[in-house]
T-cell receptor
Framework: EPEVTQTPSHQVTQMGQEVILRCVPI?????FYWYRQILGQKVEFLVS????????KSEIFDDQFSVERPDGSNFTLKIRSTKLEDSAMYFC????????????FGEGSWLTVV | DAKTTQPTSMDCAEGRAANLPCNHS???????VYWYRQIHSQGPQYIIH???NNETNEMASLIITEDRKSSTLILPHATLRDTAVYYC????????????FGSGTRLSIRP
């Protein structure tokens, strides 16, 4: 069964460093998302991406964050100048919209900022 | 998107059917009911969705009331691996939507 894959599964980084989280969405999907979940809290929407541009973003997704589709298969989330409070699980997702409207999530990348 | 209301927690005996309710009284005609679950800190997992007819797949059944103001997710033979937080979400089908996760129902399956 097709699935969303994410790398790395866990990354530890020093405060102030830049981090890139990578995702390979399901191959025929065109709509992509990033979510995050701080330990013990709800899953929060960060950004959606379609047709090589941001479709929607939340208040969390400020200038510290950026997304990119560098090639035909990868979708990345870059976090610049990481802060302690960026420690969270980051989930990538993709949707089969417009043929359907079901969102499928990856298993997440756990980011620890020290 | 319509707001949903779910119980905070439920429990069920292993092997029995787990019935998880959801109220969505403000749902509009072109909104679908979706169910997801999150096992521990894994990625949210899609379970099932429906518009007005009852739906069944290999994971669960979805029963939507005739007025569409509430629904029930049924896990027919719950196992310990079904212990998770279950989210009932209402989404427009006509445009690409984002999921806004609430608190969901924490389902515990007891041996």
């Amino acid at each position: 069964e097709p699935e969303v894959t994410q790398t790395p599964s866990h990354q530890v980084t020093q405060m102030g460093q830049e981090v890139i989280l990578r995702c390979v969405p399901i191959s025929n999907h065109l709509y992509f998302y990033w979510y995050r979940q701080i330990l013990g809290q709800k899953v929060e929407f960060l950004v959606s991406f379609y047709n090589n541009e941001i479709s929607e973003k939340s208040e969390i997704f400020d200038d510290q964050f950026s997304v990119e589709r560098p090639d035909g298969s990868n979708f990345t989330l870059k976090i610049r100048s990481t802060k302690l409070e960026d420690s969270a699980m980051y989930f990538c997702a993709s949707s089969d919209w417009p043929s359907g409207n079901t969102i499928y999530f990856g298993e997440g990348s756990w980011l620890t900022v020290v | 998107d319509a707001k949903t209301t779910q119980p905070t927690s439920m429990d069920c005996a292993e092997g029995r059917a787990a019935n998880l309710p959801c109220n969505h009284s403000t749902i509009s005609g072109n909104e679908y009911v979706y169910w997801y679950r999150q096992i521990h800190s894994q990625g949210p997992q899609y379970i099932i969705h429906g518009l007005k007819n009852n739906e069944t797949n290999e994971m669960a059944s979805l029963i939507i009331t005739e007025d569409r103001k509430s629904s029930t997710l049924i896990l027919p033979h719950a196992t310990l691996r079904d212990t998770a937080v279950y989210y009932c979400i209402v989404l427009l089908y006509s445009s690409a939507s984002k999921i806004i996760f609430g608190s969901g129902t924490r389902l515990s399956i007891r041996p």
